[in-house]
């Protein structure tokens, strides 16, 4: 059933003249009568009554009329959300991004863009690493800001995070300039849960510090993790925040270690062209690299 047959039997359906339909369509009373047959065919019943040499919309024909109506709408919906989508000016980037970055870059990255490309349209997801690289490999993400850098995936590295030791206000740690991990090994952690980047790289961390710490509480968020840690359950390894940011009733003491750091980058499916669109803000966000550290 091809679509320019659906529209001619919507024009035929409403005219119920098949010279009129014809002559409306642009095209011969023969070749409109011929495309009827077939729908009709197709179907299996006869579309419209025959009488006295005119055409009356019979119930089959309602039935059909109603139903290719709404394709016709749908398909014209879907062509116009497509050339959207392949606009740079006016179409919608998918972009995943862990939950550390929801609460300055991203949003400083989305204002900035926007300024330059107002129309383009978003749809974020903020989550674990895990997480991100599942929609990514899915076809759910264009675009990925995350850490560690996944395999298999296209990367561009934008910054590096420093790493610390957030610890209670009074802790004895806390007016310390520096800290070896190792000098931690005793305290109790509050950690992200295991299928975390960021629990992942402590982990390492620990390994090489030769400690093996008691693990109080695996949160979901950096942010409940600085809160617990304020709160007097433990110690916690953390970027260093931005001081805005930072949880009051914690201090941040950095790592001495020069493994204590992560790189945040941008990531993209490697066999997968970049809708036009994500392609723009993927641009955008490796020529200003700097200015968002």
């Known amino acids: 059933m091809h679509l320019d047959e659906l529209q001619w039997f919507v024009v035929l359906a409403e005219t119920e003249h098949v010279t009129d339909a014809a002559a409306e369509l642009g095209i011969s009373q023969p070749t409109l009568s011929r495309a009827l047959a077939r729908l009709e065919e197709q179907v299996g019943v006869p579309l419209f009554d025959r009488v006295n040499r005119r055409l009356r919309l019979n119930a089959y024909g309602h039935i059909l009329l109603e139903h290719a109506r709404r394709s016709i709408s749908e398909i014209r919906t879907a062509t116009e959300r497509i050339a959207e989508l392949r606009d740079p000016d006016t179409g919608t980037v998918r972009l995943a991004f862990l939950h550390s970055q929801a609460g300055w870059y991203v949003p400083d990255l989305l204002r900035r863009f926007r300024t330059e490309a107002p129309r383009v349209r978003f749809g974020l997801f903020q989550g674990a690493a895990h997480e991100i690289v599942e929609r990514l490999a ?43 991990l190792a000098d931690a090994g005793a305290e109790p952690f509050v950690a992200l849960a295991p299928d975390f980047g960021l629990r992942q790289l402590t982990d390492e961390l620990c390994v090489e510090a030769g400690i093996s710490p008691p693990v109080v509480f695996e949160a979901m968020e950096i942010p409940t993790m600085e809160g ?20 009051p009733g914690a201090a941040y003491v950095p790592l001495s270690e020069s493994s204590a750091r992560r790189q945040i980058g941008l990531t993209w499916h490697a066999d997968r062209p970049l809708p036009p669109a994500a392609a723009r803000l993927a641009e955008f966000i490796m020529q200003n690299v700097h200015e968002f550290e």
């Open 228 to 247: 617990l840690v304020a709160a007097g359950f433990g110690v916690a390894v953390v970027p260093v925040p931005r001081p805005e940011r930072a949880e």
């Open 138 to 180: 899915g076809g759910e993400a264009d675009l990925a800001i995350t850490s560690p850098r996944p395999e298999g995936f296209r990367w561009r590295g934008l910054y590096m995070e420093r790493l610390c030791l957030a610890v209670p206000r009074e802790h004895r740690f806390a007016r310390r300039s520096r800290i070896r």
